[in-house]
DNA sequence: CTCATTTGTCTATTAATCTAGACAACTATA
DNA sequence: TATAGTTGTCTAGATTAATAGACAAATGAG
């Protein structure tokens, strides 16, 4: 009995891949972290036994421990003696890209609070990709900045901004109003508008994974994005991390 | 000396990760053809010696070789005894994602030749995610496609295509025409745009690694899209698995 | 031909992962 | 309180991954 998507209804081969160069507890967190997010333990809030965990991946019981452990560390499960293992976080949210995507009014009303925080700014020489996507020369001083997007305490975003120069002010506006799309205006830039953005996706190295609360080893989606003037003159472009697990990217017709 | 994304000139602390669940030889595996995809090896069309990788990654000359060959088995590069390793391939494909994307339009001129294969079709009762999306009931019946795209015979996306009632023939228009759009407008539908697309990220399942001539383990992007008629009414459910590896996904503001 | 360089193959060892089983500690319920 | 069900912890062993070193085999250059 397959549905249309070819997932069986009756789970019992939901095994798992051995000497794919994924161990075994990486594996069970990601599926348990997605099955999880889809809703199919029920809306008891707890996880079944670590043996009906075990049984249902074909494995030894300490291996779906090991998994459990990294899900705990995340903040996605909780486990108590006795009792059993609570489910704490449930959903993935969608971030928006479009024509007009800002952090928070995308992710507003999926989350109950929102933060977007500056780690650091600097100006750097531009290498010769951010400068053609720019419309500027390999060398070129530019603002770069680099943010932290969080929801409800989480990280969700690890961006580093590269503006172009005339709008060497951005850090500093931006330190004062917390939000990119108010410092441009205090720049005299009132609206702008997402030209490209391209998708990637990869595994996090070390100081990513911490930067972004993850386990090393974890799946990032990547964004390479260039923001430009509503007559299609760039003026910024940003490379932007997100965790897998924890968001999917969303493009919606009538936010294009 | 620092670019303005953050990456380190001269090549040394290019670490890797230990103990974080994802083996040496597949992150060095992945690292390795995302640098020839950037170019880093020069365009002799030679790798570095495994030696000099093993330095560069910090591991042994044996998990270097792991990793070359997972990589040789995708056709990425060949080794010759006594003369290196040769780079078969070094580009990534971008593929669009707009208001009006189809397959072959978008990856025409990326690669000398494209297929699209169907896989198999039949008529399954959809779930409620599914029939939510196109405006139906749980439990309807619909013409479920699977097909394979292929550019230079090296496949690149793998999805499951769900059409709503009322286009029933669309599996042997298919067959007949060997394009979705075709065998759309075959059934009297002219012209159709992307309502919807969400993009996840996450680790292949054996079948689908097989399916995609991927070695186990391997990221996928995975596209969750909906089509519709031009005045928004959907009529298909597109789920599509890429190769992050191969492809990337891109959205221009002129093709939306 | 000779030599330096590079990949291919082999053996051995160490370290990490996964399995297996037993039992303690805790919770909830009858 | 007794019991079943669950997580926590420990020990031991098997399997796999990674390291280490040596040398063979092929290539290309002088």
Known sequence: MNDATGKA????????ERRGGVQLWRQIADRIRQAISLGEFGDSGMMPPETALAARFGVNRHTVRAALKVLAQEGVVQSLQGKGTMILRRERLT????RRTRFSDGLAGQAERLEFRLLSSRTAAIGREIADALGLLAGNECSVLET???ADGLPL???THVFAPGLSGIAERFAATGSITKALMSLGVPDYVRL???VMA?????????????SPGSIL????????FPDRRPFQYSLTRFPADRIQLGMRIDSV
Chains 1, 2 share one sequence.
């Open 221 to 228: 989606l990547e964004t390479m994005a260039v923001n430009g």
């Open 196 to 198: 490209s953005t391209d």
């Open 95 to 98: 971030y928006p890209i479009g």
């Open 9 to 16: 209804a009756s789970e019992k081969p939901s095994l798992v």
């Open 202 to 214: 990869r595994h996090a190295m070390a100081e990513e994974a911490a930067e972004l609360a993850l």
């Open 157 to 159: 975003s690890r961006a």
């Open 148 to 150: 932290l997007g969080l």
